[in-house]
């Protein structure tokens, strides 16, 4: 049951280039939307985050948008680096619970 | 900064033992978790732990798995008897808030190979 998905196992993108990940999401009852960034032999590392009454939120080069009625959230990092090659997690929680709903990652690859 | 701390950081064993994972999470944090993450695969909630009791679990958190925090500083997920499909990274998280929001703060994992 992927109630989080990530449809893109990979993307590439040229360094000073954006980068765009994307997540979709089944279930209603969540209200609130993470990103996690994960280096190899490392834990994922919070990202930034989204409350389900807002469509934007911006933190330096990150900027997370979410389309409530289309279930859909994305990651925008503007400009992108190489040490922003990593996997990236979208997570997701619902007003019932404390724990995280994770979706299966995208391996993001930023060519210098 | 503070940080999650997990140990070991690979644990290899031999099917049907029994196997601890440890992890002390930041020090003010009151709430905490289990993931794990299969090789290839997503990362997957096992337990989530607040005011010495399991809040949740999942499916996967079967008879098995128990957690436990033995004083003020450690938390510890126990396999009693492990299966080749518990091989694993197995991260520990803490958060802070006790409100719906706050981030969790995963430490650097353990990993479990199962021979």
């Known amino acids: 049951d992927q109630q989080v998905k990530q449809n893109s196992p990979s993307l590439s993108v040229q360094e000073g280039r954006i980068s765009i990940l994307n997540c979709d999401y089944t279930?209603?009852?969540?209200?609130?939307f993470l990103w996690y960034k994960k280096y190899p032999a490392e834990g994922p590392t919070f990202l930034i985050s989204?409350?389900?009454?807002?469509d934007k939120n911006e933190d330096g080069r990150f900027t997370v948008f979410l389309n409530k009625s289309a279930k859909h959230l994305s990651l925008h990092i503007v400009p992108s680096q190489p040490g922003d090659s990593a996997v990236y997690f979208c997570?997701?929680?619902?007003?019932?619970?404390?724990?995280?709903?994770f979706g299966s990652g995208t391996r993001l690859q930023v060519q210098p | 900064e503070p940080e999650v701390t997990q140990t070991p950081s690979h644990q290899v064993t031999q099917m049907g033992q029994e196997v601890i994972l440890r992890c002390v999470p930041i020090?003010?944090?009151?709430?905490f978790y289990w993931y794990r993450q299969i090789l290839g695969q997503k990362v997957e909630f096992l337990v989530s732990?607040?005011?010495?009791?399991?809040?949740?679990k999942s499916e996967i958190f079967d008879d098995q798995f128990s957690v436990e925090r033995p004083d003020g500083s450690n938390f510890t997920l126990k396999i009693r008897s492990t299966k080749l499909e518990d091989s694993a990274m197995y991260f520990c998280?803490?958060?802070?808030?006790?409100?719906?929001?706050?981030?969790?703060?995963f430490g650097e994992g353990s990993r479990l190979t199962v021979l």
């Open positions: 732990f607040y005011n010495n009791e399991i809040s949740e």
């Open positions: 020090s003010n944090h009151l709430y």
């Open positions: 997570a997701a929680r619902d007003t019932g619970r404390r724990a995280l709903t």
């Open positions: 998280a803490s958060r802070a808030s006790s409100g719906a929001n706050g981030e969790l703060f």
């Open positions: 279930n209603s009852m969540f209200d609130y």
């Open positions: 989204i409350s389900s009454i807002k």
